[in-house]
């Protein structure tokens, strides 16, 4: 099928949720991929941040096969061994003392909320139920997530809101100090905010939300479903700031591609959620959690290393390219402020021209999967060059 014919099937049957990008994405092998017209299209952006080993990763695939002739689907309702070992090697190699597993970002979100709501309410009863968020944040499309979204964009069409979110200035002590009182349980925030355009949340600023909350008892949730599982150089984010939060999400590239997110919580809230208080049909899924295993089991010391030093090395290109003003972002999770040019238009001619990148507010954005070549960044940093140096 040609993409005029993809094109039209989809359009015509999807809702239309997407403004599409003109490729269709077939088939490919490490960070690049083969479209519909036949075409190689290298890819920084990984389906945002979920693809982390790259396409046709030969070990994962063996991996979810493997599990695939064994058990597709358990329900949560009896155990399973890869389930089991999976649940134990995160929570082993994270720190966390428990870990729930669902589908989304904005499920591991749901669940995160969900959890803080419920400690606050059995050990101090009712009324301590609101949560602070940043603003300019990004959580989910959830109506509990959208609304901790930090974004105003977000908060119409969908009314009423779901209640008892308070949104706060990134960075503003003074501001998160008055908000801290006895009706909150918790904050939730990114380290990197990405949907809100590659932003780091300022370190000092998170070491005294830290302090804060453990001296009011109100939970630290830190959402790392975009930053986490390697994607920065680190297993997460907040190592970088040297916090340690009570409760981490996660999903995206933690099962690089099948529909995979965690909330994980130490001890001091790991039996809140009890039977019957929350649940998922098909999270912890036995297929999804194989490939998750092995993308665990990938994100060695020597790994993130190179994901740090394949990071630096993109951003010191990319700073070599006239109409690049700046890059913000941590490891491979890099925004890119231009001069003069528009973002997505850039992003649109590149895909067009053998080159995915995502944008993010008035940045492009990249985030491709970390086992990148050298090759794949040369060849795809020349693409954008050519659209960023051309007269118009
Ligand atoms: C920081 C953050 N949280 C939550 C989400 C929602 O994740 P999902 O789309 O998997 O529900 C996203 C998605 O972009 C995200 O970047």
């Known amino acids: 099928m040609n993409l005029e014919n993809i094109k039209n099937l989809a359009d015509n049957n999807l809702m239309p949720t997407y403004a599409h990008f003109p490729v269709s994405i077939e088939k490919g092998s490490g960070a690049t991929f083969i479209d519909s017209e036949g075409n190689e299209v290298i890819d920084f952006g990984s389906g945002i941040g979920v693809n982390s080993l790259g396409y046709n990763n030969e070990g994962w695939i063996k991996a979810v096969t493997e599990q695939l002739l064994k058990v597709q689907h358990t329900s949560n309702l009896y155990y399973n061994s890869t389930v089991a070992e999976y649940a134990q090697m995160l929570t082993e190699k994270t720190g966390f003392n428990r870990v729930f597993l669902c589908n989304s970002g904005a499920e591991a979100n749901e669940c995160a909320i969900k959890l803080a709501r419920k400690y606050s309410f059995d050990k101090y009863g009712e009324n301590r139920h609101n949560i602070i968020t940043l603003v300019n944040s990004f959580h989910g499309r959830t109506m509990a997530t959208i609304t901790a979204t930090g974004q105003e964009h977000y908060h119409r069409f969908f009314n009423p809101f779901v209640q008892g979110f308070k949104y706060c200035q990134s960075g503003n002590t003074e501001e998160f100090l008055e908000m801290a009182d006895e009706s909150v349980c918790a904050i939730i925030l990114e380290i990197v905010q990405g949907e809100g355009g590659v932003v780091p949340t300022d370190f000092g600023f998170l070491k005294t939300v830290e302090k804060v909350c453990n001296e009011k008892d109100i939970l ?173």
């Open 220 to 392: 630290l949730i830190i959402d790392e479903v975009q930053t986490g599982m390697g994607r920065t150089g680190k297993l997460f984010a907040y190592e970088y700031a040297e916090i340690k939060p009570d409760v981490v999400t996660t999903a995206k590239g933690i099962g690089n591609g099948l529909p995979m997110g965690a909330c994980l919580s130490t001890e001091k809230c790991a039996n809140v959620l009890t039977a019957g208080a929350h649940g998922t049909t098909f999270g912890g899924n036995p297929v999804a959690c194989a490939g998750a295993k092995y993308v665990l089991n990938t994100l060695t010391d020597d790994f993130l290393n190179e994901v740090t030093e394949k990071g630096e090395y993109i951003r010191k290109k990319l700073l070599e390219i006239e109409e690049v003003k700046s890059i913000s972002g941590l490891g491979m999770m890099l925004g890119i402020e231009l001069k003069t040019k528009n973002a997505g238009e850039i992003a649109k001619k590149c895909s067009e021209n053998g080159l995915l990148i995502l944008t993010a507010k008035n940045k492009l954005r990249m985030l491709p999967p970390l086992v990148i070549t050298k090759e794949e960044i040369h060849k795809g940093i020349e693409i954008l060059k050519g659209f960023l140096e051309a007269k118009q």
